[in-house]
């Protein structure tokens, strides 16, 4: 069974706007969390990581929200562009060892 | 500037077939990972290398076997390939320092197919 859940394989939204990508998790052991982004025929890269500690990182466009207590995590992209149009992966560590979600397929349209 | 170097990046094989996947990283990393990415099941951790000397399995190590062979390189084998392991297989690094803020490091990937 999947620790780390994305419901949303997909998301479409229009240049300029917000992009919400939601993350769950199921183990409250996690303490660390990142989102990769990964662009096809490529490895996915490190984009932005939250601790436990905090409910917020930011960096540039890109912001991260942790609610622990839900075991819910987002991403916002704001403003999206269409460069960011590829697949982000939630990921959590758990002492090196890192779970993945399935993924959600970001689509900035011009 | 190499970062984490997978080779090959694509392979075909026929069911029964045995292949070795490579993976090396030149930035001194201690941990070193072996995923598989699957349509609708994400990257899913095969087996993995805490330090140079130490293997162990992640959530789908079965017809997967591994090798530390020093701190730079960490290859994966299929011995008889099945059409299940069609996938494109990741491998990536860490500090592996047990330092909270740990990342991964991917190579580009290796597109396996098994007819």
């Known amino acids: 069974d999947q620790q780390v859940k994305q419901n949303s394989p997909s998301l479409s939204v229009q240049e300029g706007r917000i992009s919400i990508l939601n993350c769950d998790y199921t183990?409250?052991?996690?303490?660390?969390f990142l989102w990769y982004k990964k662009y096809p025929a490529e490895g996915p890269t490190f984009l932005i990581s939250?601790?436990?500690?905090?409910d917020k990182n930011e960096d540039g466009r890109f912001t991260v929200f942790l609610n622990k207590s839900a075991k819910h995590l987002s991403l916002h992209i704001v403003p999206s562009q269409p460069g960011d149009s590829a697949v982000y992966f939630c990921?959590?560590?758990?002492?090196?060892?890192?779970?993945f979600g399935s993924g959600t397929k970001l689509n900035v349209k011009p | 500037n190499a970062g984490v170097t997978q080779t090959p990046k694509f392979q075909v094989l026929k069911t029964g077939q045995s292949m070795t996947l490579q993976c090396a990283q030149d930035?001194?990393?201690?941990?070193m990972y072996w995923y598989r990415q699957d349509p609708g099941m994400g990257l899913r951790l095969i087996y993995y290398?805490?330090?140079?000397?130490?293997?162990d399995k992640g959530e789908v190590p079965n017809g997967y076997n591994v090798s530390r062979l020093n701190k730079r390189e960490f290859s994966l084998r299929l011995e008889s390939a099945a059409p299940s392991q069609t996938s494109v297989y990741f491998c990536?690094?860490?500090?592996?320092?047990?330092?909270?803020?740990?990342?991964?490091?991917f190579g580009s990937g290796t597109q396996l197919s098994v007819l």
């Open positions: 290398s805490a330090s140079e000397g130490t293997t």
């Open positions: 930035m001194n990393h201690n941990s």
């Open positions: 990536a690094s860490s500090e592996g320092q047990g330092g909270w803020d740990e990342k991964l490091f």
């Open positions: 183990n409250s052991m996690f303490d660390y």
């Open positions: 990921a959590a560590n758990n002492f090196n060892k890192f779970y």
């Open positions: 939250i601790s436990s500690i905090k």
